[in-house]
């Protein structure tokens, strides 16, 4: 029995909301290295669990017997939770089972709320859905029964059992390694008991909190009227804490803590965890953490994401399901100023109208007051909705210029857009005066040279469209010819590519490669068009005769998904080539860059469509035509989002055999399509392996698919066309050349998917 001296007294004001080690959530994690697994409250109404765990063989389909539940607390190799529909204890291991993890004695017991610590729980008596939510505590341990299965059992507690707690009513709970900490209802005191309660430290503390977590061997609270974190016990693990930094939640770890940020509820962690592996884009309803990983529920989507406590862990090997997730807990009580209640019907899903089991339940979340970089706030925090941020790409006004770093861009164009006011105003008057002065100073020696040599032209045609003049002099000084491109193609003037780009000035610049630089230009008529100009290397490698063989074959490829060249110019040594304009960029901008994301149904028709225009290059060009360089930066996007392929134009066409050359198109085609599918880039040093090949593959032929899947877009109700993408990617990335599929056949299965219409 433990003495009153072992027990510690806080006074403090504590509205429980942190999900962690040892205080209960919508989602919490099981302790035990690579056995630890998850659980989380699905999103569908029925308050079902979803488990998963560091071994690729713990799935959901291990835990089907677990009943839908209230709220989840995990220990040292299991979890603990209150069921929905009756508010009493139940508990199961790695392997989805429960039998004797709750002593019998306890079994019919309803309880308001659970702590899971290393190896015991603790519970608070009383119905879940109550009003009153307290009354006394139930402590148990889980042991090892000794046998050769290492099966867990329980038993009543010993060690945490104490005359005066058992007659004490308590709020909330949370439980750590060898110690449980209780909140008093209406004193608001703060007890805690257990072997190891001494060893926390706490003493004359003045703070009221509003949530407490705990770790392995110290506790942490967030101070209510800061928002910042204090903690206690071995400072291991809570070393350093963000300092100024307002939290609406806390979970705990092993020898680490996370948290949930005020404003932008995106997450920080301190102590021992490799802080890099954080997601940084998105922000989180609730996390939990265990001594390797730490999941959480995103607030976007409701969709799962994990992360890695260092970098030794594999992250291929650790990928939740996906299913939409609970952002916190059903409760019948009113929610708080600054909280709002979550509405259903954020989540786009019709038949869905209530993410709670009860109708007349609800679930409180924090607002949000602020967005993560790369995004404003377009619209604030209401009762029925959390604060609404845009991304930046999509900034149209002065109201987010300065959050999205774009007032001095601003400030630019305009200044850019007077000086064309006050050129249109003045420059006639001074282009007449400088014709007036210049015809004063040239007419002797114009006319003296006119009377010499007779009539000169004043200017020269870019090469390739013959001048009626010197087709008379055709003899003596040939013109140099380059093949006429049919349909509506033409050749430009210099001194018309360099108005129409500014002078080929930098804030026009689309894009560079090694070829040179591509410029957005207007031409007279405003028509908006892409100006490629060759570099000085470009021009020197590659002499006329490739440049003229080039155009012959790019003047007669027209398709509805390549970037069709529209005309041309070689004029003063330039090279010039002129495209149709791309309005929404390239597809790298939008799966990597930070541009607006896109959709499944985008993806799936983007795909389809540069796989078209890569089988036109490859099947119908005459001769076939070897991209050698297909990439998502060389995917474009039209104004309607059609996808159009670029830069292919350099591709050496005279081998004997392009067959092999054609299969490595496929096989970086396999890339784009597994680059689309997940968002990460091929090559990530972030990632391990770096590779996305190395990554996905193994995952695809283990039927593990769905771990790919990028979750930052919204999931569609039906994955089934996402898995099947990852096949095809598969089949394109196969080592043997042999193996691979040609781009008509992976054409024909990806309009097969988009006909079908499998996205709604």
């Given at each position: ?19 962690g080690f040892g205080s209960m959530g919508p989602i919490s994690a099981a302790f035990g ?168 430290g706490i003493s004359k503390i003045s703070d009221n909190f509003a949530a407490l977590t ?435 134009g350099c591709s050496n066409l005279n081998e004997k055999d392009v067959s092999d050359d ?99």
């Open positions: 029995m433990l003495s009153l001296s072992s027990v510690f007294f806080l006074f403090l004001s504590v509205a429980i909301s942190a999900y290295g690579d056995d630890s697994f998850f659980c989380a409250i699905d999103a569908s109404g029925k308050q079902a669990i979803i488990c998963w765990g560091m071994s690729p063989e713990k799935t959901s389909e291990n835990f089907t017997t677990i009943p839908p539940m209230a709220a989840l607390s995990g220990g040292q190799g299991f979890m603990c939770g209150i069921t929905a529909n009756n508010s009493l204890a139940y508990c199961w291991d790695s392997n989805g089972t429960g039998n004797d993890l709750v002593p019998s004695f306890y079994s019919n017991n309803s309880y308001s709320h659970i702590a899971a610590g290393r190896n015991h729980v603790c519970a608070i008596r009383g119905n879940y859905y109550s009003d009153n939510g307290s009354g006394v505590v139930d402590c148990w341990d889980i042991v090892d029964d000794g046998s050769s299965l290492n099966k867990l059992t329980s038993k009543q507690s010993a060690l945490f059992y104490d005359q005066y707690v058992s007659n004490v009513q308590f709020k909330s709970i949370v439980s750590g390694d060898g110690f449980s900490c209780g909140v008093v209802a209406k004193q608001e005191l703060l007890f805690c008991w257990g072997p190891s309660s001494a060893s926390l705990s770790s392995r061997k110290s506790l942490c609270g967030i101070i209510q009227l800061s928002g910042e974190v204090k903690c206690w016990g071995k400072n291991d693990s809570y070393s350093d804490p963000p300092s100024r930094v307002r939290f609406v939640s806390l979970t705990g770890g092993s020898r680490h803590f996370c948290g949930i940020r005020a404003d932008t509820h995106v997450v920080e962690c301190w102590g021992g965890f490799n802080s890099s592996s954080i997601p940084k884009s998105s922000g989180f309803y609730a996390i939990a953490t265990s001594d390797v990983a730490a999941c959480g529920i995103r607030e976007e989507d409701l969709v799962l994401d994990c992360w890695f406590v260092n970098e030794t862990s594999t992250p291929s090997e650790y990928n939740p399901p996906l299913q939409l997730s609970s952002p916190g807990l059903c409760t019948p009580t009113d929610c708080n100023i600054g909280e709002f209640a979550f509405n259903a019907s954020a989540l786009n899903e019709p038949e869905l109208t209530n993410v709670c089991i009860r109708k007349d339940l609800h679930i409180c979340s924090s607002c949000g007051t602020n967005c993560s970089s790369g995004y404003f706030l377009s619209s604030p925090c209401t009762e029925n909705a959390d604060r609404i941020c845009t991304s930046c790409s999509l900034c149209q006004n002065s109201s987010c210029w300065d959050v999205c770093g774009l007032a001095q861009v601003e400030m630019k164009r305009r200044h850019q857009h007077q000086m064309q006011k006050i050129i249109l105003i003045l420059g006639p008057s001074i282009a007449g005066f400088l014709l007036i002065l210049i015809g004063w100073c040239l007419f002797p020696y114009l006319y003296f040279f006119k009377a010499k040599d007779g009539p000169t032209k004043q200017f020269r045609s870019c090469i390739g469209k013959k001048d009626p003049e010197s087709d008379a002099n055709a003899d003596t000084d040939p013109p140099m010819l380059v093949a006429q491109c049919p349909g509506e193609a033409q050749i430009y003037r210099l001194s018309e590519l360099k108005d129409a780009t500014n002078g080929f000035k930098e804030f026009n610049e689309l894009g560079r490669g090694s070829y040179g630089f591509v410029y957005r230009a207007v031409l007279p008529d405003g028509q908006q068009v892409a100006v490629k100009r060759a570099n000085a290397a470009t021009i020197i490698h590659t002499n006329i005769r490739e440049f003229e063989t080039e155009l012959e074959i790019l003047c007669n490829m027209r398709h509805c998904n390549i970037v069709n060249l529209l005309g041309y110019c070689m004029e003063m040594g330039e090279r010039l080539l002129v495209y149709e304009y791309m309005g929404h960029g390239t597809l790298h901008d939008h799966l990597h860059g930070g541009l607006s994301s896109l959709s499944w149904t985008l993806r799936l028709r983007i795909a389809m469509q540069a796989a078209k225009g890569l089988e036109y290059l490859h099947m119908e060009a005459n001769p076939p035509v070897v991209h050698r360089d297909v990439k998502t930066s060389n995917i474009l996007l039209d104004s309607d989002w059609g996808a159009r392929i670029s830069d292919f054609l299969k490595n198109d496929v096989y970086n085609f396999g890339i784009v399509l597994l680059e689309i599918l997940s968002g990460r880039k091929a090559y990530d040093v972030d990632y391990s392996p770096p590779n996305i090949v190395e990554w996905a593959v193994p995952l695809i032929r283990r039927g593990k698919a769905a771990a790919l899947i990028d979750r930052y877009v919204a999931l569609p109700r039906n994955v089934e066309p996402l898995l099947k993408l990852a096949d095809i990617a598969e089949s394109a990335v196969r080592e043997n050349l042999n193996d691979r599929p040609t781009m008509r056949a992976i054409a024909d299965s990806l309009e097969q998917i988009v006909r079908e219409g499998l996205m709604v």
